[in-house]
Structures are given as structure tokens and as C-alpha cells.
């Protein structure tokens, strides 16, 4: 009787672990997307400054 208590609830933590792990990559995934967008950003806001700096030397 015991045995089959610890086997269905080793079962509940392992699928949770298993959900866990999944929603953990999941916003692993998220975070290295807003990181790229906002190194991409930060690019063009140099970019941007540069051309600016580049006219106000022509003027």
C-alpha cells in the first residue's frame, strides 16, 4: 500500500519538476529575445546619434 502512495506521488513531483523545467526555458527564451531587442535598439540609438553628430560637423 505504501509503495504505490510513493510511486503515485514520486510521479506528481516528477511530472511538476518536468513542468517546471519547461516553463523555466520558456522564460529563458523570452529573456534572450528581449535582450537581443534591446541591444538592437541601443544600436540604432548610436547609429542614430552618430548621423547626427556627422551633420552637425557639415554645418
Aim: overall charge negative; aromatic content about 6%; proline content about 0%.
Amino acid at each position: 500500500m505504501y509503495g504505490k502512495f510513493v510511486q503515485y506521488l514520486t510521479q506528481i513531483i516528477s511530472m511538476l519538476v518536468q513542468q517546471n523545467i519547461a516553463t523555466l526555458h520558456h522564460k529563458m527564451e523570452l529573456l534572450s529575445l528581449i535582450e537581443e531587442e534591446e541591444e538592437e535598439e541601443e544600436e540604432e540609438e548610436e547609429e542614430e546619434k552618430e548621423e547626427e553628430e556627422e551633420k552637425c560637423t557639415f554645418l
